[in-house]
């Protein structure tokens, strides 16, 4: 069981469609959660999908600038590996 921590919160105003506002409203009564519940959720993926592309970005971006040299033993290795998979 996850514990939750109350962390203080500010009010914000947020401007919807009449069609997200629907939407919304038949989620949560779907989900049995608040309007504020989904939101807070949406923005927490929102954000954190983004800190994973700034992530991959960096990765892309180190091994451009720093390529990685061809080893014949280890891109051996891969392709047995992956002819291995059931798929």
């Known amino acids: 069981m ?3 921590v109350s962390m203080a919160r500010k009010q914000t105003l947020v401007q ?5 506002l629907a939407g ?3 989620e949560a009564a779907a989900s049995g959660r ?3 519940d ?3 959720e949406a923005i927490e993926r929102y954000l954190a999908n983004g800190r994973e592309d700034d992530i991959d970005r960096r990765i892309a971006d ?5 390529p990685q040299e061809s080893d014949p033993w280890a891109d051996a290795l891969a ?3 992956i002819a291995a998979e059931p798929w």
């Open 38 to 40: 989904l939101i807070r």
């Open 24 to 26: 919304l409203d038949q």
């Open 62 to 66: 180190g091994y451009r600038r720093f």
């Open 34 to 36: 608040s309007r504020s």
């Open 2 to 4: 996850l514990a939750y």
């Open 16 to 20: 919807l469609t009449d069609d997200l």
């Open 79 to 81: 392709r047995d590996s």
